[in-house]
């Protein structure tokens, strides 16, 4: 038993609920493919997801985090933004910057950011694996996640298809994201579930409201009943998942009994020829339902009443 498994046995937690061992499993790392496009392609075609440790240089991803965990701290939301920053359960960001969307909007898409979502060391792996020039999306979505939030399983295609199917979602660790802090994890070979596709096939959340897109069983029961498991690591600063629209993946409870953040992003990324969405793309981009940077649960105080990320 390697030491990630030992702790996946306590230490993995969904909804209140420990997932059993039985359940999970670690990411394959695909580091040493950077620098093959086609083998990145391949694997990427074949277990639906690309893990690689260290994808973004940490000194990167340290500014970003730095500045993010300033700004939050002149909000009085979270403590030491140079260290392992704690949060406060305090806040006066509504108070202080009343416009929660501009708010956002200047955090998410401040310069030590944009060098980790749209700096050139993602931008060209990223053109590596779609064998041409790739574009990131202008909207990001930056996730501080305080004690006792996570996200239910579902899938990105409802969201970012409208224009295009060749759209790739990469999910960036801003800091260290033990398995107690609520990682991101991925539902092992759901890529290639017919059941899936046809559910989300043609459907986009914005237009379709009366149909839900995540997946309503507690992620080790799905995984219990499909004989799969659930993935996820350890991530340190740097690390990131690419996976497509078609995966299905969610994150754990951040049960941390330290009150330490997890702070990560995601940003997505199509080849550069293709139509663009304009909800993600331009100066002032309108997000999935036209409500800005404000829509998002990151533009929500960091505070014990916020459950969900």
Known sequence: MTQMQSRFSTTCQAQERIVPESSLGELRDSADLTGKPKDLAGRLDDEGYLFIRNGIDPAVTASARHNVFLQL??????????GDTRATGRSNRLKLRPDKGAFWKSVSEQPAMRAVTHGRQLTALLSDIFGEAARPFDFVFLRPGINGRFTNIHCDKPFFSRTTDRVLTCWIALGPVPVERGPLFIVEGSHQWPDVRQSVDGYD????KDRMNSVTQHPADLATERNTRL??????PGDLIIFGMYLLHGAFDNHA???RLRLSCDVRFQPEADPVDPRYFGDDPGGTTGGGYGELNGAKPLTADWHQR
């Open 205 to 208: 959340v914005a237009r379709d």
């Open 231 to 236: 993935l996820t690591a350890d991530f340190a």
């Open 73 to 82: 701290a002149n909000v009085d939301e979270v403590e030491d933004p140079d």
């Open 257 to 259: 009994t330290d009150n």
